[in-house]
């Protein structure tokens, strides 16, 4: 089993940053990609941001610009920096990540329990 533990959430004014960290642990071989997701009250869950092994990069195309994806492998963490925070970023932030427990690559999906962004204007 994996586990996923989202941190740096809270009650933020309009403008200001954040950077929300995920750090994966547990019966982990290999990592491939973290994600970011987020999901308001009365909506969806969606991408915000993804990041494989190797860096490469997928933003939501309505978040480019303010939001900076980052991961640290050593540490088996990924990083959310999110600028310009706007009313309508509230949300409840969710860390993904696809998990192999061992050589044979058999790669799981995994949630953390997320993390409140709440955003006043």
């Known amino acids: 089993q994996v586990q996923l533990v989202e941190s740096g959430g809270g009650l933020v004014q309009a403008g200001k940053s954040l950077r929300l960290s995920c750090a994966a642990s547990?019966?982990?071989?290999?990592?491939?990609?973290m994600g970011w997701y987020r999901q308001a009250p009365g909506k969806q869950r969606a991408l915000v941001a993804s990041i494989t092994r190797g860096g490469r990069i997928n933003y939501a195309d309505s978040d480019q610009g303010r939001f900076t994806i980052s991961r640290d492998n050593t540490k088996n963490t990924v990083y959310l920096q999110i600028d310009s925070l706007k009313p309508e970023d509230t949300a409840v932030y969710y860390c993904n990540a696809a998990a192999a427990a061992d050589y044979r690559l058999r790669y799981a999906d995994y949630w953390g329990q997320g993390t409140q962004v709440t955003v006043s204007s």
């Open positions: 547990g019966s982990i071989f290999r990592l491939e990609v």
